[in-house]
Nanobody, 121 residues
């Protein structure tokens, strides 16, 4: 019922910046919390940051002070501004959203396809 499409990934040098975007589309009553997760080879998927519908934010300690999550509720889009990137940030970044459906689902989680972020030394 909900499709999430990420964009903005790529290859950057350490110290550089990237801005990820994730747009939700489909049939849903509302989008609740949205977030970004990442998974590096050999590691489990971990939360990077999330944001509630009202704008409350959480960040992983590893990215606090460098990344900023934001959202545009009118566009059903969440963003992740990544500054001062480090090689350790290299991973596939996945968008996540919790949505309520018109057919009775509540806070069901949806995932994007992922976008690669590679930070070179």
């Amino acid at each position: 019922q909900v499709q999430l499409v990420e964009s903005g990934g790529g290859l950057v040098q350490a110290g550089g910046s990237l801005r990820l975007s994730c747009a939700a589309s489909g049939s849903f009553l509302s989008i609740n919390t949205m977030g970004w997760y990442r998974q590096a080879p050999g590691n489990q998927r971990e939360l990077v940051a999330d944001i509630t519908r009202g704008g409350s934010r959480n960040y992983a300690n590893a990215v606090k002070g460098r990344f900023t999550i934001s959202r545009d509720n009118a566009k059903n889009t969440v963003y992740l501004q990544m500054n001062s990137l480090k090689p350790e940030d290299t991973a596939v970044y996945y968008c996540n959203a919790a949505a309520n459906s018109y057919t009775g689902g509540y806070d069901r989680n949806y995932w994007g396809q992922g976008t690669q972020v590679t930070v070179s030394p």
